[in-house]
């Protein structure tokens, strides 16, 4: 059974960072596809950043430029780094994954929220103005 088990959120002053953590369990690292997502009270759940098994990553216009996802294999960890925050950055963040949430086309990642098959229970952010 895949789990995955989301930390490091918390409220912090606009402008100032957080970095979320996902330690992640029982599945083939090295193949999946791993992504952040967030949702907010009141509105649809939306993808923020995806990084594949080799590395290559994707991310929202609205993070992008602020936000960096990474990973360690060797800890089977999936990180977010959150800088510059906003206000309207504030909501629930969820890591997922899956064998085909992204996919390699074109030079980019095309991103599949089907193929995100286990998800964690999430974090809490509140930006705060």
């Known amino acids: 059974q895949v789990q995955l088990v989301e930390s490091g959120g918390g409220s912090v002053q606009a402008g100032g960072s957080l970095k979320l953590s996902c330690a992640a369990s029982?599945?083939?690292?090295?193949?999946?596809?791993m992504g952040w997502f967030r949702q907010a009270p009141g509105k649809e759940r939306e993808w923020v950043a995806v990084i594949d098994f080799d590395g290559w990553s994707s991310y929202a216009d609205s993070v992008k430029g602020r936000f960096t996802i990474s990973k360690d294999n060797a800890k089977n960890t999936l990180y977010l780094q959150m800088n510059s925050l906003k206000p309207e950055d504030t909501a629930m963040y969820y890591c997922?994954?899956?064998?085909?949430?992204?996919?390699?086309?074109?030079?980019?990642?095309?991103?599949?929220?089907?193929?995100?098959?286990?998800w964690g229970q999430g974090t809490q952010v509140t930006v705060s103005s």
């Open positions: 029982a599945f083939d690292y090295r193949t999946y596809c």
């Open positions: 997922a994954t899956g064998r085909w949430g992204c996919t390699r086309a074109t030079g980019r990642l095309q991103i599949s929220v089907p193929g995100f098959t286990y």
